[in-house]
């Protein structure tokens, strides 16, 4: 009976349980709905699923655990992505048994739109920056307090890092209910704490940078204006493969920085970006444009065109876009930007070697590390030893 048929599934994923449901090619039911505890997940699938099934699961936090399962025991596991699953089969009627259903007969009639499905090393780079920006907006959020109890009393702030060690016995002698002074201490700690995880997190980022799935993409990107190495890991984390986007374009509208457009008859009008993909790309490629517009004078030129046009929120995103399609021609072709400095080019590398001694601990000196890297480019014969400042010339 397995092989006379297969069976399409669909797998409805929550936090603690799994809705599951099959159809065949004529959509009827085949395995109708059954809830299952996610801690039985495997044992069920190994004694309900066939390797001939073709399953589908939504993208959600448990994804890649529910795919890891099935993957080995089944023909094939599609991951549909939610947000275009949600404009294809939106119903006035929801429940788990009706929407795994719908699922399952989407991916019977190949309407299943998919999500890539990344490889162990792209999820783990994905889920360290995930938790670094995490880390950051505790930190953030603990700063804001401090700084609303700044305002709210009309104190006047001490030299120097308001939030540093140094000014921690300002923060005690300030008057203040037993309270305030709790909630006060409070966000110190937190801050001192989170700082603490985020330099550990930043460490074990530059260590990943330098790791041989990672270290030629990183020396493509760190070249680019804008582009530092943390910069450069949650780009890569973002994209993944390059492969996957066989234009630029397409890289553009994974990010979100395309433009919207609306065409119904003779009218047709042009919106705002989309904002509909990655947002960490998307933030990171606005950050980046923003330092790219203030030290590089090409790209400075560039964006004060495109300000005088278009304002100066539009002229960066649009920066941000234009620098995007130049981060798609360095991975694509894997080559040096055609308007690289060498010089500037080589001291973002120095300063990459230098972040928590990275070429140290990989037993090599700064100025070599940056010179491997720079005959990655093929920039090493453009540089000179008097080009680079002398502070940055020893290892």
């Given amino acids: 009976m397995k092989e006379q048929f297969q069976r399409f599934v669909a797998l409805d994923v929550h936090q603690n349980y799994i809705m599951a449901g099959a159809v065949d090619a004529q959509q009827h039911i085949v395995l109708p709905p059954e809830k299952v505890d996610i801690q039985a997940l495997e044992r069920w699938a190994r004694k309900r699923l066939w390797p001939t099934d073709q399953v589908v699961i939504e993208a959600s936090t448990n994804t890649w655990t529910v795919y890891d ?14 947000y275009h699953i949600k404009l294809i089969a939106s119903s006035l009627v929801k429940t788990d048994k009706r929407d795994t259903l719908a699922l399952a007969r989407l991916l019977a009639a190949h309407l299943i739109p998919e999500v890539w499905v990344p490889p162990i090393h792209v ?76 330099e550990e997190t930043e460490r074990e980022l530059t260590r990943l940078s330098a790791d041989a799935q990672w270290i030629k993409q990183v020396t493509l990107l760190i070249q680019l204006p804008g582009i530092a190495m943390l910069n450069a890991m949650t780009i890569l984390s973002a994209i993944g493969d390059i492969d996957r986007f066989p234009s630029a374009k397409k890289l553009v509208g994974y990010a979100g920085l395309g433009g919207k457009v609306h065409a119904s008859g003779k009218t047709q009008r042009g919106g705002g ?25 090409v790209w400075n030129a560039r964006f004060e065109k495109l300000m005088s046009r278009l304002g ?41 070697a230098s972040q928590f001694r990275l070429a ?33 010339e020893s290892g």
């Fill in 123 to 198: 999820r783990e780079l994905r889920a360290l920056v995930s938790h670094r920006r995490r880390l950051m907006s505790q930190r953030t959020a603990a700063k804001n307090q401090l700084r609303a109890v700044v305002q709210r009393y009309h104190l006047i702030p001490p030299k120097g890092k308001l939030f540093s060690d140094q000014n921690r016995a300002w923060w005690f002698s300030l008057t203040l209910s037993p309270s305030e002074q709790l909630r006060v201490r409070h966000h110190l700690d937190t801050i001192a704490r989170v700082s603490m995880q985020l």
């Fill in 360 to 392: 140290t601990a990989l037993g090599s000196s700064r100025t070599a590390f940056a010179e491997q890297a720079m005959e990655t480019l093929g920039l090493n014969q453009l540089v000179t030893p008097h080009d680079a400042p002398a502070s940055m």
């Fill in 69 to 82: 399962v099935l993957e080995p025991l089944v023909a094939r596991v599609v991951v549909a992505h939610p």
């Fill in 273 to 297: 970006i989309t904002k509909q993909g990655r947002t960490e790309l998307r933030q990171t490629m606005v950050e980046a444009a923003w330092t790219a517009v203030t030290f590089s004078p």
């Fill in 312 to 352: 100066k929120m539009k002229a960066i995103t649009a920066i941000a876009r234009k620098l995007l399609i130049v981060v798609w021609h360095v991975l694509a072709k894997q080559e040096a930007d055609r308007q690289a400095d060498p010089v500037t080019v080589e001291r973002s590398l120095l300063r990459w």
